[in-house]
């Protein structure tokens, strides 16, 4: 099938199975403090769970206070790329069979069940509902990722350190760069909203680094990421109130990409999360809501 006619054939499925896709943007929520209850809150306007893959795990404390947050804490990069396979080959198989039902098609019905056995009942009512176990993925602790990424490239590289070898230094970094972007794109490329929740970057001369920033990783992997995710805000604390910015100044840097190009609104710069982190949630509605 040629190019053209493939993509408008995904946008026409893409339109019979909405329910399986998040109304929510891609983001990066990063800074000191606040930004998981952010990203936690939003199992409570989706009422669908949020899986947070983190390093460090200690998510239990947060899920006390949401409840429909699932936590995998991950030891290393192969359960990484584990588990986002298995979200992968589930919603493949969710939309797969959402057009079979479609169709009414009952002979591949027929082998479809025979296909998934135990997984049988599961898919087809997903399927039936349109529905899509997790409305997030939040990814902690990115720089952390970053680092396993690294550690898997020396590794293959029989190096060091990325850089060791300056005869061909801007090959490795090369390599570096498109291995920790095609490593976090896996979870962006998913029908839900990936959240990268991060700590931040104090200003540094040396680093070249004018404003507090996101760390996810080094160099130009984190600006092609920063661009293909388009929206990032800063969650902070200040005089004993949590905000989130959303619009950034010559101190901290945030994007957005949050408003249709033809409108006259314009984005608070900054909102009070405080005892509330779901009002941020309530805010992108709004935005929705104003673009109809």
């Known amino acids: 099938m040629g190019i053209v006619r493939n993509l408008v054939k995904q946008k026409e499925e893409k339109g019979r199975n909405d329910n399986l896709y998040s109304s929510y ?9 606040g930004k998981s209850s952010i990203a936690a809150s939003l199992s409570e306007k989706t009422e669908k769970p949020v899986l947070f893959l983190s390093p ?60 998934y056995g135990n997984d049988w009942e599961d898919y087809y009512h997903m399927a039936k509902t349109g529905t899509f176990p997790i409305s997030a993925i939040v990814i902690e602790e990115a720089s952390t990722i970053s680092n396993w990424v690294q550690d898997k490239l020396d590794t293959e590289l029989e190096i060091n350190y990325t850089g060791e070898d300056k005869s061909r230094n801007g090959i490795d970094w090369n390599l570096l760069k498109r291995e920790i972007v095609e490593t ?27 404003r507090i920033e996101p ?33 950034g100044n010559k101190d901290v840097y945030c994007k957005d990409k949050l408003l249709p190009v033809k409108t006259n609104i314009k984005l608070e710069e900054v909102i009070d999360v405080t005892n509330n982190p779901i009002k941020f949630w309530d805010y992108i509605d709004s935005l929705n809501t104003n673009k109809k």
């Open 25 to 33: 943007k891609n983001m990066i929520i990063y800074g000191e403090t």
């Open 184 to 210: 976090f794109s896996k979870a962006l490329r998913l029908p839900v909203t990936t959240i990268i929740a991060t700590g931040m970057r104090l200003p540094n001369e040396k680093q070249k680094l004018q």
């Open 215 to 247: 760390d996810i990783s080094s160099g130009a992997g984190q600006r092609i990421l920063i661009d293909l995710i388009g929206n990032v805000f800063y969650s902070y604390k200040e005089n004993g109130k949590y905000n989130i910015r959303l619009v």
């Open 56 to 115: 460090a795990g200690g998510t239990e404390k947060l899920a006390e206070e949401f409840p429909n947050i699932i936590s995998y804490p991950l030891n290393d990069l192969n359960e990484y790329h584990k588990i986002l396979d298995d979200i992968t080959a589930d919603f493949k198989a969710i939309r797969g069979l959402t057009q079979v039902i479609l169709e009414n098609d009952k002979e591949r019905l027929e082998k479809a069940k025979k296909h």
